[in-house]
């Protein structure tokens, strides 16, 4: 009996140990956050144990245990959800059923997952594309594009955009009755990345002919070059995406070689040839003075030219936007940016927003100090946080006035 206690007592206080760490002060909900991150990294050492013992590349592994999420499309009384392919390409589609005084509007979504993960059918991602086509009385289509260890780039990135410009034809828009001077790109995370990237080159396709109207991107990821910004210095082991976890799905995008992973976990994966790409990242110039706080501008620190020869996608600004050269930005659309001010991801967004700015764009940038990486994943119970509602609300509030 008593050997029995002792071991729950032992077990009760590794697990606390496990499930504690600490968080910043100015999460309102605290108790919830450490519980969702260490679910998180609960999932996340499971998956790393697979990998160890060979049963399955890690990432693999994660999708199995994230699959726990899925819902498979269902109506309801305000909008008609199915499942269907655009140019080859699976995607979920969200039409509304109210009645509609003439064309409607329509947003395309791409979801998060570091290019590896997630996918339209996560009950976190049907909510919020529901509750988007719902309140805006708009279509959305929602992206299943092919994910990386099975697919790289530049994969992800082809699919999203031939889903594009499939949907971009003016027969596909006047079938599903979508106003052409009314349709939207958005994203979150790995897919506010690929919208970023979407909507850049759709300026140079002379075979598109319909124009954005506006870009949404969330807390998304924009660059590869420079793994060590002060964001990702000072959010490192903040949930849910530490600073190693983002350097192993970026690398992922590209290759499961461990050497290309290493060398962006060092911060030394950029090829003193490429030196001139750093003038787009260069936090020095970018942030505010607030966010360089404590922070000493470094000279970059090179690597071998091996990994860029092996890998040249990692320097390509389709899966890096922020390496778009300023004249590449003018001309894009109005632009709505979340930034999220404990995310590794915090100085992509702001950086972008900074340039945009710059080259004349109009741009929201909506920075929550007091959020973390994802948090609108999280707006339904059990896992419901306040922060994560109230973002969701602000974002469909600026499409539902400025789309
Ligand atoms: C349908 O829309 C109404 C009005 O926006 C809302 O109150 C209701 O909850 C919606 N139903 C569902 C299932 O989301
Ligand atoms: C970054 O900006 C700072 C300040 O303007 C400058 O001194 C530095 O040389 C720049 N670095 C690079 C690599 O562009």
Not at 348 to 367: E, F, I, K
Request: hydrophobic share 40%; charged share 20%.
């Amino acid at each position: 009996m008593r050997a029995k206690l002792l071991g729950l007592c032992l077990a009760s206080a590794l697990l606390a140990y496990y499930i504690y760490s600490p968080m910043p002060e100015d999460f309102e909900e605290p108790w919830k956050v450490m519980l969702i991150a260490a679910a998180f990294r609960a999932v996340r050492h499971l998956s790393e144990v697979a990998d160890q013992l060979g049963v399955m590349h890690s990432v693999e592994a994660l999708k199995a245990i994230t699959a726990i999420d899925y819902i498979a499309p269902t109506s309801d009384e305000n909008v008609t959800v199915t499942d269907t392919e655009f140019s080859n390409v699976a995607v979920r589609l969200y039409l509304p059923r109210k009645p509609s005084d003439g064309l409607r509007r329509a947003v395309v979504y791409f979801h998060g997952g570091g290019w590896c993960l997630g996918q339209a059918g996560m009950k976190s991602y049907d909510r919020l594309t529901r509750w988007t086509s719902n309140r805006l009385n708009a279509v959305v289509v929602s992206v299943n594009y092919r994910l990386a260890p099975k697919y790289r780039f530049p994969v992800q990135f082809e699919d999203v955009y031939s889903v594009m410009k499939f949907f971009l034809q003016s027969s596909v828009l006047s079938q599903y009755g979508v106003d052409p001077d009314r349709v939207c790109v958005a994203g979150d995370s790995a897919g506010g990345n690929l919208a970023a990237a979407v909507a850049q080159q759709l300026l140079e396709d002379s075979e598109v002919k319909t124009r954005l109207k506006a870009q949404a991107l969330l807390y998304p990821a924009l660059q590869t070059l420079d793994l060590n910004l002060p964001s990702y210095q000072e959010n490192e082991n903040k949930p849910v995406l530490s600073r190693l976890f983002m350097v192993k799905l970026w690398s992922e995008y590209f290759t499961s070689d461990s050497s290309l992973r290493e060398a962006m976990a060092s911060n030394r994966h950029v090829p003193v040839e490429s030196s001139h790409l750093f003038q787009f990242v260069n936090w020095s110039n970018f942030l505010p003075e607030e966010l360089k706080k404590g922070h000493v501008y470094t000279s970059p620190a090179y690597g071998s030219s091996e990994l860029a020869q092996k890998y040249p996608g990692f320097l390509d600004p389709r899966a890096a936007p922020l390496l778009a050269s300023d004249a590449q930005l003018r001309g894009l659309p109005l632009t709505y940016v979340l930034t999220c001010g404990h995310d590794v991801l915090r100085d992509d967004g702001v950086m972008y927003a900074r340039r945009l700015q710059a080259a004349g764009v109009p741009v929201t940038h909506d920075h929550a100090k007091d959020a973390f990486h994802g948090v609108m994943m999280f707006v339904s119970s059990p896992t419901e946080l306040a922060v994560g509602r109230r973002l969701l609300n602000r974002y469909i509030g600026w499409l539902n006035e400025n789309l």
